[in-house]
């Protein structure tokens, strides 16, 4: 059974770069059958992806955060990361790994997730 | 981007209700419609994806039904484990976005 965990500061300041670790447990990030995902949820609001790594060591990005983004793998420690560069307040949120299960054509969906890691950005 | 909107956005139930949950996309989707369960201080959970595929271990109170622009979620009789928030996503097109999720509330 897959299982992941984030880990990484909870507090970050203005400007600064956020960075957070997905560990994987059951599964391996090398496996072809499987995007590894970030996600994110301000407090009290909705959900948004912000991008995924797969097992050739690419990486795809959400939009509205690419300028500022960076998701790479470490398969020797089945690891994956998020960072995020000259983060505001806006940045606040609880931020989840999970993996990205690819179906046919489109289909896409998100399961399991890890339990979050919530980072504040503040002074 | 593809908008999903979701009605309403929160309501009130009581056990052994029926409760529908409703989302729409801002353009067709074909059947590429995920809704995912999230209790308070809680990752969200897979429920139903691709339209109407029952998660594993999900109970069968659950459906989803839809196609193209407008999808339901179904709880056929609401139980007391059921009482969270829903937010259906769209995978036809990236960016992946969700809705912005209907919280399911005791009555």
Redesign the interface.
Same mark, same amino acid.
């Given at each position: 059974q897959v299982q992941l965990q984030e880990s990484g500061p909870g507090l970050v300041k203005p400007s600064q770069t956020l960075s957070l670790t997905c560990t994987v447990s059951g599964g391996s990030i090398s496996s072809a059958d499987y995007y590894w995902s970030w996600i994110r949820q301000p407090p009290g609001k909705?959900?948004? @992806?912000i991008g995924f790594f797969y097992h050739s060591g690419g990486s795809?990005y959400?939009?509205?955060l690419k300028s500022r983004l960076t998701i790479s793998g470490d398969t020797s420690k089945n690891q994956f990361s998020l960072k995020l560069i000259s983060v505001t307040a806006a940045d606040t949120a609880m931020y989840?790994c999970a993996r990205l299960i690819p179906?046919d054509?489109?289909?896409? @969906?998100?399961?399991?997730?890890?339990?979050?890691s919530l980072v504040t950005v503040s002074s | 981007d593809i908008q999903m909107t979701q009605s309403p956005s929160s309501l009130s139930a009581s056990v052994g209700d029926r409760v529908t949950i409703t989302c729409r996309a801002s353009q067709s989707i074909s059947t590429y419609l995920n809704w995912y369960q999230q209790k308070p201080g809680k990752a969200p959970k897979l429920v139903i994806y691709t339209s109407s595929t029952l998660q594993n271990g999900v109970p069968s109170r659950f459906t989803g039904s839809g196609s193209g622009t407008d999808f339901a979620l179904t709880i056929s009789s609401l139980q007391p484990e059921d009482f969270a928030t829903y937010y259906c996503q769209q995978s036809y097109s990236f960016p992946l976005t969700f809705g912005g999720g209907t919280k399911v509330e005791i009555k």
């Open positions: 909705g959900l948004e @992806w795809y959400n939009p509205s989840y179906g054509f489109a289909d896409k @969906w998100f399961d399991p997730w890890g339990q979050g | -």
